[in-house]
């Protein structure tokens, strides 16, 4: 017996570096696609590629391919394709776009909608704002009420459509749908309407419809309207489908749509994804400018007793948060670039950059990429002290987050797409 005992422990500790190396390998393979808003794991880390701090040196760039129309969708990879939307100006058409990941050579340009009278839709938005979500074979492009369809990735043909769901929108979509097993998950959060809803990913039928049920305190439905992107954590081992709206989250059942909990926050137009701390915390931001730490443990109203810590000063409102090394580090749309300690919300610092953002960040393990509306492009170094390491331009601004596969990062300005060269990691 102590000699068989022997043996396993001998085994076991041969056998840890390969699972090791296996885990390591998968994760790194795992980054060949970025199938949805804020890459694998909705948190902007891209954990498989080195990239050179001067990102727009014309010397990374391996190809750039102009868009046509409108549209502030991020792109998303599968394999060789890249997949964004795109609308005229007007709202009128409406375009699932399909670029060559080696050769930036547009692959499908389709025309998804079209619409006699979109509705109104702020400057600031586009009517092509919703990332889509791809897998292998398919890809589900969202324009909001618009519609949303699903499309064969290697033929372009249209596998299902639905255009029968309600809302006004009111300044134009802007909710990004994601999936969880059979489903494909988006919210509508109108200014008349506001509910979350699963489709049937192979199908597009209604697999359920929850509405929000949340109290607004006011009847001006602009108010009401949000353009969140869920997330799903496993927490106390359970999933927990967190989904920002207006004034209030929700955690909800993504087997099933049933709620679990709302935490009331105040604000609007909340548009970042929540992530999940090392301690469990969940991190959301309201929109207009709060950030709150959650204890996702509870159930129903859990205000008054699961916010850990909350902050108001310089919160990113448009653009996601990015978590590394235990702080959250974040650019808003006013030109603050923030450094807030996840554990309690100590900023750790606050730094004025002159310009603004609506892109969220990225990290490659070293350095923190940040991307103005403007053109900008900000490498900064992931720690307790404002160090900024370079400062390059690129295109005509960036409204979309970028997307990485492999070693190559490819980034959505106005006008173009560009395919940026980094390196694999050892």
Known sequence: MIV?????????????????????????????????????????????????????????IAWETPIHG?????????????????????????????VDLDTGEVIHDKLIYQNENPRFRHATNSYASCTPVVEAGRVYLHFGSYGTTCLDTNTGKTIWSRE????????????????????LIVAYDGADKQYVVALNKKTGETAWKTDRNLEYGTDNGDWKKAYGTASVFEIAGKPMLIYPSAS??????????????????????????????????????????????????GSGDITKTNIDWTISKNVTRRPSPILVNGNLFMFNDKGIASCV?????KIMWQERIRTTFASSPIFDGE????????GQIYAIQPT?????????????????????????????????????????KN
Not at 54 to 60: E, I, K, P, R, T
Not at 270 to 287: K, Q
Not at 410 to 417: E, Q, T
């Open 70 to 98: 409108r549209g502030w969708s991020s792109p998303v990879i599968w394999g060789k394709q890249i997949w964004l939307t795109s609308a005229t100006e007007d709202g009128k058409q409406m375009f699932g776009i399909c």
């Open 248 to 297: 209030a989250t929700v955690a909800y059942d993504p087997n099933n749509g049933k709620p679990m909990w709302t935490v009331y926050h105040d604000g609007m137009n909340a548009s970042a994804r929540p992530l999940l701390t090392e301690d469990g915390l969940v991190i959301l931001t309201n929109g207009m400018g709060r950030m709150d730490a959650i204890n996702p443990k």
């Open 4 to 60: 068989e005992k022997d043996v396993n422990v001998q085994f076991v500790k041969h056998l840890f570096p390969v699972i090791y190396l296996v885990a390591l390998v998968n994760s790194l393979l795992g980054q060949e696609n970025w199938p949805e808003f804020r890459g694998p794991n909705g948190d902007g880390i891209a954990s498989a590629i080195s990239l050179p701090p001067a990102l727009g040196d014309q010397s990374n």
């Open 164 to 183: 029968d769901f309600e809302c006004d929108h009111f300044r134009g979509p802007g909710s990004s749908p994601i999936l969880y097993g059979d489903n």
């Open 384 to 424: 307790e002290e404002y160090d900024l390491v370079e400062e390059t331009e690129l295109g005509d601004g960036f409204k979309a987050s970028p997307a990485v596969s492999g070693n190559r990062l490819i980034l959505r300005s106005i006008s173009k797409l560009y395919c940026i060269n980094g390196k694999p």
């Open 367 to 374: 350095h923190i990429f940040a991307f103005s509306e403007k």
């Open 341 to 345: 300690r996840a554990a309690d919300g």
